[in-house]
């Protein structure tokens, strides 16, 4: 039976929630060097961030702005939105169960099913 960990889905939803906040500050503000903004993401989702290194920051932003962008706004977008989104998952993932091992080696736990 799939069981979800809740420690990595509380992870995956802060990861979304911090990607849908650049993307608003991205359309939003209009600036020229919205591109930078992908760059937090560089040290937010390491290792799995070195991914989109090699075709983001190629190319000059587009100037069309973020939406007519292919390259600096659409790939990491969708890169960081999968993959990175994918990763805190993960990690949130082992956090639980590293607890959860604790918390059995100490006898702390309770009998209660997840």
């Known amino acids: 039976m799939l069981r979800y960990s809740r420690f990595g889905v509380a992870g995956a939803l802060l990861h979304v929630a911090i990607l849908g906040y650049t993307v608003m500050l991205i359309i939003g503000r209009g600036e020229p060097d919205w591109p930078n903004y992908w760059m937090m993401f560089l040290a937010l989702d390491f290792p799995v961030s070195l991914g989109v290194i090699p075709v983001n920051w190629l190319v000059p ?9 292919l390259t600096n706004f659409w790939w990491p977008l969708l890169y960081h939105g999968v993959v990175g989104t994918g990763w805190w ?9 590293k607890v959860w091992r604790r918390e059995e080696a100490t006898g702390y736990r309770q009998d209660r099913q997840d």
């Open 61 to 69: 932003a587009g100037e069309g702005g973020p939406l007519r962008d």
């Open 89 to 97: 998952y993960i990690v949130g993932w082992a956090i639980e169960r």
